[in-house]
């Protein structure tokens, strides 16, 4: 369908989930266009300079605008992760808000808000199976 993703997951809050990053990624790609694929760079330090923090802001934020949906990971906590899900509310875009339970309690602010598609996975092959039946 070529749709455009927002894909938001962790950066300075961790990669340990980044090979899952850029493996949904890729089968996101299979049919619609990932704005931010640079999530799923392996190399992705968690530690950016600080004076792209406002070109970060303004690229992030102009995604939000263009994008057709977000698909968030949260495993791993992630406060910008959580402003993109608001900022994203905020412009009425589907929000789909994916999460280990094993791993991680999300926040009220996330589970308590109607708005947010809220979608627990144990597996890989069960998020790309969940991922892939919203994108169909």
């Not at 894909?7 to 090979?19: K, L, P």
């Not at 977000?70 to 993109?84: D, K, M």
Request: hydrophobic content about 35%; aromatic content about 12%; overall charge negative.
């Amino acid at each position: 369908m070529n749709r455009k993703v927002y894909f938001a997951a962790s950066i300075r809050g961790g990669r340990q989930d980044a090979a899952l990053y850029h493996d949904l990624i890729e089968m996101i790609k299979e049919t619609d266009t990932v704005l931010t694929e640079h999530i799923g760079d392996l190399s992705l330090s968690s530690f950016e300079q600080e004076e792209r923090d406002r070109k970060i802001y303004e690229q992030d934020t102009a995604w939000l605008r263009e994008c057709d949906l977000l698909i968030a990971e949260c495993t791993c906590p992630s406060i910008g992760v959580g402003y993109e899900l608001a900022y994203a509310e905020k412009l009425n875009k589907p929000c789909f808000v994916f999460y280990r339970p094993a791993d991680i309690h999300l926040s009220a602010m996330i589970t308590g808000d109607p708005y947010y598609t809220v979608i627990p996975y144990q597996t890989k092959e069960e998020l790309f199976e969940k991922v892939r039946k919203i994108l169909s």
